[in-house]
């Protein structure tokens, strides 16, 4: 049982270390942005429909 786990642990640890290729900054950076950006666009599309659900509500059902 403990050779099993040494094996495997063996085996990620070369996967990891010889096998995976690992994006560059560069490529990290652009993803990065894309990330930001389309987050920062969906935060602007809930605030807008949550502004304008808030006042057709607000017009609707008048307090």
Same mark, same amino acid.
């Given at each position: @049982?403990?050779?099993k786990i040494v094996?495997?642990?063996k085996a990620c640890y070369?996967?990891?270390a010889h096998k995976t290729t690992w994006p560059t900054r560069a490529e990290l950076t652009?993803?990065?942005v894309i990330v930001l950006s389309a987050s920062l666009v969906i935060a602007l599309v809930v605030f807008a429909m949550d502004f304008v659900f808030k006042n057709? @509500?607000?017009v609707i059902y008048p307090g």
């Open positions: @049982m403990f050779h094996n495997y642990c070369d996967e990891l652009h993803s990065a057709l @509500m607000g």
